[in-house]
């Protein structure tokens, strides 16, 4: 049986990842600020949360957020605020850095394994085209940056992991729903199972790479 970690459980795509998992048999563990107290931005809070765990073959950071505090994405760099900028990553950087530092003692070493942290094409420097969500993008192009070093550290320790970016689309949630506008979207649950579906094709020739919800890797 899969032991499973859900960083992030009570959001819409976190929940239906948390579900999707149990629902073939998985044991879930579960996450949330909401619910538990864990906050992925504080150091202190992480720690607490995630002392004395370990030995998963998945596990997922599913936190984040496009619009903190009220602020919405800039149109234009001409919009930048810079204590929403921190905020951006603070919550979509940091946050699941420090996830990461503790990776090396949360996921098995005897057997494959999948992090996952769930991150978004529009922090893909190679495929920006059109510009604007400046905070927004660059905190996801900085944790796609931290995934990446962080597998290269983690090789080292675990042969048979693989730690990856995932771009799980558009997803129909209170995340999305005032920016989804005439872009395609699916429901969590299905974007959880497409998800899941590209976790149990990784492995360690994977690792370090950034994917999107059909396993086509999006360049960075």
Known sequence: MDKVLILGASGGIGSALADGFAARGAMVDRLSRSVDGFDVTDAA????????????DRIVVATGALEIDGAEPEKTIK????????????????GPALVLSHA?????????????????????????????WISYRAAKAAVNQIVRTASIELARTHKRAALVALHPGTVATAFTQKYVGRHPSVLPAQA????????????????????????????W
Do not use: C, W
């Open 79 to 94: 919009g930048l605020d810079a204590a929403a900028m921190l905020d951006q990553f603070a919550l979509n950087a940091v």
């Open 192 to 219: 959880a199972a497409e998800l899941i579906a590209v976790m149990d094709g990784l492995g360690p020739e994977q690792t370090g790479k950034f994917f999107d919800y059909s396993g086509t890797e999006v360049p």
């Open 45 to 56: 809070s992480v720690e607490r949360h995630l002392a004395g765990r370990g030995s998963y």
């Open 104 to 132: 090396h003692r949360l996921m098995v070493r005897d057997a494959p394994s999948v992090l996952a942290v769930l991150s978004a094409r529009v922090g893909s420097i190679g495929d920006n085209r059109i510009g604007g």
